[in-house]
């Protein structure tokens, strides 16, 4: 009668284990499936749409190299895709003593294009796309025929 008690007590133990690993394992799943900076299965836009983003760096590259010319004051400006063809820009008050904001325009020709008309309505390159950064390229021909570019990075805000 003993055994049959100590194996009825060691089977519980054994299921105990099982279904707390297993617990364990749908947890950790669940956990990676609500990861908020997770983009796969999105499209280019709905990576826009998915957060406010802060804009940190505007560089032009020119015969003098690349070139910084982001203000310090306005590396905390924001902007929130609000629909598929608004955006809210809001420039936060660190260089005004009020915040300024606008509603500005911005599209795609395909959800999933590699090009958005955004800033100076002009048509910027995807060339980086995660949930935690976008850097837009955009490619101009200077008066001299040279090809420069400027380039735009927006990460989470």
Known sequence: MKSLIFGIDMMKNIVFAVALAATAFIASCADENNNPDDITGKTNQEVFMMRTWKSVSFTDSSSEGIIETMNACDKDDTYTFTSTSKCLWKANGKCNTEPDQDEISWSMTSPDAKYVKFLYDYDWYIEKMTGTDIV????????????NTWKVTLVKN
């Open 136 to 147: 837009l390229r955009y490619y101009y021909q200077t008066h001299q025929g040279d090809i």
